[in-house]
């Protein structure tokens, strides 16, 4: 993997404009959630990714598009994705968009639970204290009489708990499995699942020429953001962009208060930045045990 300093810079450029994405996605989401069924969201969010990939991915890959060794663990992974987005989705539905992209934040705590017997990851007690830390944080978020709703909490969480799973099978697919492979298999197996319950899922007014663009772009954000997290990831070193990741929750937090008139208060403010610096914790901790590692090899 390049690591020379244009490779880093572009790499942090990219995965800068992959977060600015995820946070346009997840503001759409917010505003169209008030009006449309989420079910039809997370389709529209699936079904415009997949077209993007087909007009301008398929024609060149072609079946290499699909080839994997790993069909099942491809599956699965999109199915965790899959669950993250609706969860997010219906969270964001039913609470601001500092608080809720905050707790699905706290992914990367529970892969920390879960690394040690599902990867064979072995943890320090850095990673162990960010793990406390960070679930002080949702606790201060989450705290009573926060005004936070119990459900959206509840599906936030359980956003938090299908990304975590979805980032255990990505760390176990990238050695072997081509990226943009990994990223088609998100958008087909989404695409699928929800076009099979569409009848189902379809509702609310007819959107206007505004929302039907807002409900378009859901897949733009997504697919592209996505993509250029990719590129990110392959110009630079993990251990680098993954603290950088964090930088979502600012601009999340920034995108609740400037569109929706929403700043958290400063209990949530804290829970936030401590879930943020628990989660930089464990990135950085992982860079210095995977760099003694290769030093003892």
């Known amino acids: 993997m390049p690591d020379s300093s244009p490779a880093l810079g572009r790499g942090i450029l990219l995965l800068l404009g992959a977060l600015f994405l995820f946070v346009f996605l997840d503001a759409t989401a917010k505003h169209l959630g008030q009006t449309y069924p989420v079910p039809m969201l997370v389709w ?31 599956v699965v992974r999109a199915i965790c994705l899959l669950g993250t987005t609706f969860f997010g989705m219906a969270a964001l539905a039913r609470m601001p968009l500092a608080e809720t992209t905050a707790i699905v934040f706290a992914a990367p705590l529970i892969v920390t639970l879960l690394a040690r017997p599902v990867l064979g990851e072995h943890i320090g007690v850095l990673r162990w204290a960010a793990v406390i830390v960070g679930f002080v944080g949702v ?20 956003g938090a708990l299908s990304y975590a799973i ?21 958008a087909l197996i989404g695409t699928v699942a929800m076009t099979l319950i569409l009848p189902w899922i379809w509702g609310g007014p007819m959107p206007g020429v505004l929302d039907s663009l807002m409900i378009a772009s859901l897949g733009v954000f997504g697919g592209l953001g996505h993509f250029l997290l990719i590129r990110a990831f392959r110009e630079a070193p993990a251990s680098v962009l993954s603290p950088i990741l964090y930088v ?6 920034l995108m609740g ?17 401590t879930i943020a610096v628990a989660g930089a914790m464990i990135a950085i901790d992982s860079r210095r045990s995977q760099t003694s590692t290769r030093h003892k090899a």
Not at 146 to 155: H, W
């Open 44 to 74: 529209a969010r699936y079904a415009g990714h997949f077209l993007l990939m087909m007009i301008f991915l398929a024609p060149s890959m072609r079946l290499r598009l699909v080839t994997t060794t790993r069909p099942g663990r491809q």
């Open 139 to 158: 606790l201060l978020i989450a705290r009573p009489g926060s005004g936070l709703v119990t459900e959206g909490i509840v599906l936030a969480l359980a």
């Open 166 to 186: 979805y980032q255990i099978l990505t760390r176990q697919l990238s050695p072997t499995e081509n990226p943009v492979t990994m990223l088609f298999y998100t």
């Open 248 to 253: 979502q929750l600012i601009w999340a937090t």
């Open 257 to 273: 208060w400037i569109v929706f008139g929403h700043l958290p208060d400063g209990f949530a403010l804290g829970g936030i930045l």
